[in-house]
């Protein structure tokens, strides 16, 4: 069975970190194009940052391009999230997804990802 599972959401003041985790079962995530995606309240889901299936490309939103940086583990099987200077318009569930199609570009374009966690909520707030 295929599964994503996010974690590592929680409260945290302006300013701080956070490191959420996009763990796969079922297939392997070095593979495939990943992206990590959020919604807050009353709003779409939009695109946060991704990796191309070949890992070379990343890519980031113009909202927390020098405060985020994705990664992965491979031996883990294991996507990454850092989150640095977090400010409260960050508050939101944060999702991450796969496109699980051959030799996919770096999109942050939901409607590309087939495979979807359940999402970690963020909370930024003092």
């Known amino acids: 069975q295929l599964q994503l599972v996010e974690s590592g959401g929680g409260l945290v003041q302006p300013g701080g970190s956070l490191r959420l985790s996009c763990s796969a079962s079922?297939?392997?995530?070095?593979?495939?194009?990943i992206g990590w995606f959020r919604q807050a309240p009353g709003k779409e889901r939009e695109g946060v940052s991704c990796f191309s299936s070949s890992g070379s490309s990343t890519n980031y939103a113009k909202s927390v391009k020098g405060r985020f940086t994705i990664s992965r583990d491979n031996a883990k099987n294991t996507v990454y999230l850092q989150m640095n200077s977090l400010k409260p318009e960050d508050t939101a569930v944060y999702y991450c997804?796969?496109?699980?199609?051959?030799?996919?570009?770096?999109?942050?374009?939901?409607?590309?990802?087939?495979?979807w966690g359940q999402g970690t909520q963020v909370t930024v707030s003092s």
């Open positions: 079922g297939f392997t995530l070095d593979y495939y194009a």
């Open positions: 997804a796969a496109d699980l199609r051959p030799s996919r570009g770096c999109t942050v374009n939901q409607y590309e990802y087939d495979y």
